[in-house]
């Protein structure tokens, strides 16, 4: 059938959408343009919101709540253009992985390290892991400052190129500092530090930015929700495929050297940079329209200016004063009809629609509290434990090739989880929500550490 809805999520954090899709953008969320006349978009009564089912029926068959509870939901289908920005996504990934795979080894270990393994600048475990630690750290924190320049000043698709070729120079410049002359130079440490600052910043950029009768007849409902889901679900499937580059690179700094894996690593971006360039026509490039990000913590400002609340001047602060009371004062002084009525104190480019969803947004963000004791523990597989297994027999295995398990792990299960896990929990009417599977993530990530202890024999 060709009727779908054309409201399929923003693509990882490229905003780049294929052209057969038309989509209306609205503060909140998206709403659903260009549908067929055999299609009907239910969306909520206020003008502009969308339900949180969006539903489309054939033939003016709207869904009754019967069916709503009963048809089985199902993800929409993706265009072929779609896969462009996963391939494009697929290739920096593995750019990444590729390099930072080697990394504990190359600084780690000396050129002809005494201990046989592979190595280049010898400053040691400590300095190796600070090293990685910092350029993880670098990379997750550019894309705040490529996500402002995006929307301030170049626009989505002029950031991603631009932050490319930046990307693509630091790679070059580790490449060329990787070279056995180089290193026997001194330029190795040099090189490295500023291959890992230019990246991180390349990285910024690019990171920053119905009723369905199937083909046996069966009628099922699409939910835009299920359609997020499989998004997400090919991109992080693209990410681990992506970062199996570094069973190649492991491998081929311990036979041929680092700069054989890092050469492949700058080769597979230039594919990827083809791709992008080559691809172009297929994708909407919007201009520049006003950073949200900004935005944020110009309201989060005014709240500040106003005794550290954002709304209600006049009212005093109750005593004693509970968790709701402190949200409920965080609300009004940044909305524009607040400073109409009050005499407009602060300049405020956004509607009251956007305080609402910025006060949301900021309560979710309670969420990740627990992310920083995930990451640190999972971080231990790309630098100390690499350097564990250093001090063990290896038999001809690299140490640091054993982080890739966890990619492959990956890999085995999305389509698992995805095309049967997921789809057998909705068909019985198990809503297995994101905070749902986030929780038994962690459960798994518990289990998986634990271990038989060894008996102690007492003397």
Not at 83 to 98: P, S
Not at 306 to 322: A, T
Request: proline fraction near 5%.
């Amino acid at each position: 059938m060709n009727d779908r809805a054309a409201d399929l999520a923003e693509f990882h954090a490229t905003d780049v959408q294929p052209h057969t899709l038309n989509v209306q953008e609205m503060e909140g969320g998206t709403q659903l343009s260009n549908v067929d006349d055999k299609s009907i978009a239910l969306s909520d009564e206020k003008k502009g919101a969308i339900s949180p089912v969006s539903i489309l029926s054939f033939d003016n068959d709207e869904p009754t709540q019967e069916e709503q509870a009963t048809l089985r939901f199902v993800a929409d289908k993706l265009p072929w253009a779609t896969f462009l920005v996963a391939v494009i996504e697929l290739c920096e990934r593995f750019t990444y992985y590729g390099i930072s795979g080697p990394f504990q080894n190359y600084i780690q270990h000396s050129y002809h390290d005494p201990s046989g393994l592979p190595g280049a600048l010898g400053l040691g475990q400590v300095g190796a892991t600070g090293l990685t630690d910092f350029f993880q750290f670098w990379c997750y924190v550019t894309p705040i400052g490529g996500a402002i320049v995006s929307d301030q000043f170049l626009g989505k698709y002029n950031t991603i190129m631009y932050s490319a070729y930046i990307y693509l120079t630091g790679v070059t410049i580790l490449f060329l500092t990787s070279l056995p002359t180089s290193i026997e130079h001194g330029a190795g440490t040099g090189g490295l530090i500023v291959a890992m600052i230019v990246i991180g910043i390349g990285t910024g950029g690019i990171k920053s930015n119905k009723i369905r009768v199937e083909k046996n007849g069966e009628r099922v409902i699409v939910d835009p929700g299920v359609t997020v889901q499989r998004i997400y679900m090919i991109f992080y499937l693209c990410i681990n495929v992506g970062s199996l580059s570094s069973v190649a690179t492991t491998e081929m700094e311990k036979h041929t050297g680092f700069w054989t894996a890092f050469l492949l690593c700058l080769l597979m971006f230039c594919v990827g940079i083809v791709v992008l360039v080559g691809g172009k026509k297929y994708y909407v490039v919007r201009p520049p329209r006003g950073g949200i990000i900004v935005n944020a913590f110009r309201a989060c400002w005014v709240g500040l200016v106003n005794k550290g609340r954002m709304g209600e001047f006049d009212r005093p602060i109750p005593e004693p004063i509970s968790l709701r009371d402190i949200k409920k004062l965080y609300t009004d002084a940044a909305k524009p009809s607040y400073q109409e009525e009050h005499g407009r104190k602060h300049k405020t480019p956004w509607s009251d629609r956007f305080i609402e969803e910025l006060k949301r947004g900021i309560v979710a963000c309670k969420v990740f509290i627990f992310f920083p004791v995930y990451w640190l523990v999972y971080n231990q597989m790309l630098n100390n434990l690499i350097s564990q297994a250093g001090t063990m027999e290896l038999h001809g295995i690299p140490n640091d090739l054993m982080q890739n398990i966890d990619a492959l792990t990956i890999i085995i299960f999305i389509p698992i989880i995805d095309r049967l896990v997921y789809p057998a929990l909705r068909k019985i009417g198990i809503p297995f929500r994101p905070i749902t599977r986030i929780t038994m993530g962690f459960v798994c990530g518990k289990l998986c550490s634990l271990r038989k202890p060894k008996p102690i024999l007492l003397m």
